[in-house]
């Protein structure tokens, strides 16, 4: 254990895999104390149990974040057990389903819309009261979908909830500079998570019309994906003192693969 986040409190949702899990293990290894939040309480439990057996100090919560009662008793959990919240981690998102426009159900695009963009809202403005008392760091978890890349054609609904919490994160970031609130988004290209394993795109594709999606060229690693841990650094580094003056920026981490 580790001291760059001592005495902190932060929540990471969608801590139970990939970027939100490594995120949660690496804040708790710098002496943080972590809410790990996730649909599955199987996945919450895991990344808690790991936490404790490192040494470190977890709160299990299971909540939706695209529903408002939810994020609300989250952040009654947090200051009933720690007393106060300084890092958010707003990275919980799906991939939704990835279709042509005019195979796309509304119900589909809006599904979507209420986890990645309607979640990340509720994230965050419920967690306000707490980050205002002694202020603290907003991180979330966009992508280069929606900032860099357009090519993943079918991708629509989820590009456009990676664009808008750019957006978001600098609106945010103006609105909460008196509370010392910094609020920062990284935008990561291809990771190696499970997220596709839970999308819907496949069986839509197979059943319609291809949809195309990047080869995977990462000038960096020759094609190969950039892992959770990488993304878990930077993370740590936008919510530590360290980085005490950067606010409202985007931070591409991709391995050069939007510039291609
Ligand atoms: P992942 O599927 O491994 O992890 C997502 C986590 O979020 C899981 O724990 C899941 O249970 C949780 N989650 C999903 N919906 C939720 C909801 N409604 N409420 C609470 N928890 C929920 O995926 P990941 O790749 O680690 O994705 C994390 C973030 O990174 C997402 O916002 C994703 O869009 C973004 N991202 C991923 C990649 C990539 O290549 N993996 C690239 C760019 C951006």
């Not at 709160?59 to 057990?81: G, H, N, P, W």
């Not at 019309?209 to 990462?218: C, D, L, N, R, Y």
Request: glycine share 8%; with cysteine; proline share 3%.
């Amino acid at each position: 254990q580790r001291n760059e986040l001592k005495d902190k409190v932060a929540l990471v949702t969608g801590a139970g895999s990939g970027i939100g899990k490594a995120a949660a293990l690496l804040m708790a290894r710098e002496g943080a104390k972590v809410a790990v939040l996730s649909r599955s309480s199987d996945e919450v439990d895991q990344t808690a149990n790991e936490i404790r057996q490192a040494g470190g100090e977890a709160l299990c919560v299971t909540a939706d974040i695209s529903k408002v009662e939810d994020m609300q008793r989250v952040y009654a959990d947090i200051e009933q057990q720690f007393g106060r919240l300084d890092i958010v981690f707003a990275n919980a998102g799906i991939n939704g389903v990835w279709a042509p426009l005019d195979e796309l159900e509304p119900d589909e695009w809006q599904k979507t819309i209420d986890v990645n963009l309607n979640g990340t809202f509720y994230t965050v403005k419920y967690a306000l009261p707490l980050l205002k008392k002694q202020g603290g760091s907003i991180i979330i978890t966009a992508s280069v979908n929606g900032t860099r890349i357009f090519s993943n054609t079918g991708a629509t609904a989820y590009s456009c909830t990676k664009a808008a919490q750019v957006a978001f994160t600098q609106m945010a970031a103006l609105e909460l500079a008196k509370h010392r609130i910094r609020v920062n988004v990284v935008c990561p290209g291809a990771i190696d998570t499970n997220i596709d394993d839970s999308t819907e795109k496949r069986a839509i594709d197979q059943a319609k019309e291809p949809v195309e999606f990047p080869e995977g060229k990462i000038p960096l690693t020759d094609g190969k994906s950039g892992t959770s841990k990488q993304v878990a650094d930077l993370v740590l580094f936008l919510a530590s003192d360290r980085a005490s003056h950067i606010t409202g920026t985007p931070i591409w981490i991709d391995g050069a693969e939007s510039l291609l």
